[in-house]
């Protein structure tokens, strides 16, 4: 079974509609990531989360919103969402002692490519 | 904040060694450079990280001059499955506001 796992993997929907991402990891990892990726460009953080109780904004959280149910569990929400929202999304989680991103590896799931209409 | 820059494609053939450059001027004292590997349609994947110097593990070498304002992927006799784009990742979140400096990234297209 995949460490790091997104639901849905696919989600098309229209302008205004509220969406959930979910995402849900077995490595044990305190921190999770939002990330969202444009065709050809390179990942932009949304929400990063240090544990239960520290959640932090990101480069591009603008009309996101997060829920970090628990240890092994990060929500992302698009409360209306808008087409330029389409993109792939993605969830990582790492270990690590500091507030430095890169401190240790990041694993990332398989996304989830949201498109809307 | 520490913006990353790398060539946006590079082409090799199986048997050769690649080198891809990041160049990161504006690199804070407590960034680690992580290099990061993509597939399409996939998340990244860790490929190594360093500090300082040269870094290597069984897939990569990872050369950091002292300056440390660029650093160097080297990979080893490369494959078709090498293809993918390569990320160089330079960050900290206290005195990047958040900004993960992913860049890019580098497409490396490997021919037989």
């Known amino acids: 079974d995949a460490d790091v796992t997104q639901t849905p993997r696919n989600r098309i929907t229209k302008t205004g509609k509220r969406i959930m991402l979910e995402c849900s990891q077995t490595?044990?990892?305190?921190?999770m990531y939002w990330y969202r990726q444009d065709p050809g460009l390179g990942l932009r953080l949304i929400y990063y989360?240090?544990?239960?109780?520290?959640?932090n904004k990101g480069e591009i959280s603008d009309g996101y919103s997060v829920s970090r149910q628990a240890q092994a569990k990060f929500s992302l929400s698009l409360e209306s969402a808008i087409p330029n929202q389409t993109a792939l999304y993605f969830c990582?989680?790492?270990?690590?002692?500091?507030?430095?991103?890169?401190?240790?590896?990041?694993?990332f799931g398989p996304g989830t490519r949201l498109t809307v209409l | 904040l520490a913006k990353t820059t790398q060539p946006i494609s590079m082409d090799s053939y199986e048997g050769q060694e690649v080198n891809i450059t990041c160049s990161h001027n504006?690199?804070?004292?407590?960034?680690?450079i992580t290099w990061y590997q993509q597939f399409p349609s996939q998340g990244p994947r860790f490929i190594i990280q360093?500090?300082?110097t040269k870094v290597t593990n069984e897939v990569a070498s990872l050369f950091i001059p002292a300056d440390r304002k660029s650093s160097t992927l080297s990979l080893p006799r490369v494959s078709l499955s090498d293809t993918a784009v390569y990320y160089c990742?330079?960050?900290?979140?206290?005195?990047?506001?958040?900004?993960?400096?992913f860049g890019d990234g580098t497409t490396l297209t490997v021919k037989p």
């Open positions: 990582a989680t790492s270990d690590g002692t500091s507030r430095i991103l890169t401190e240790n590896e990041q694993f």
């Open positions: 490595k044990g990892h305190d921190r």
């Open positions: 989360s240090f544990d239960v109780k520290d959640i």
């Open positions: 504006n690199i804070a004292t407590n960034d680690y």
């Open positions: 360093g500090y300082k």
């Open positions: 990742l330079v960050g900290d979140l206290n005195t990047n506001a958040g900004k993960s400096t």
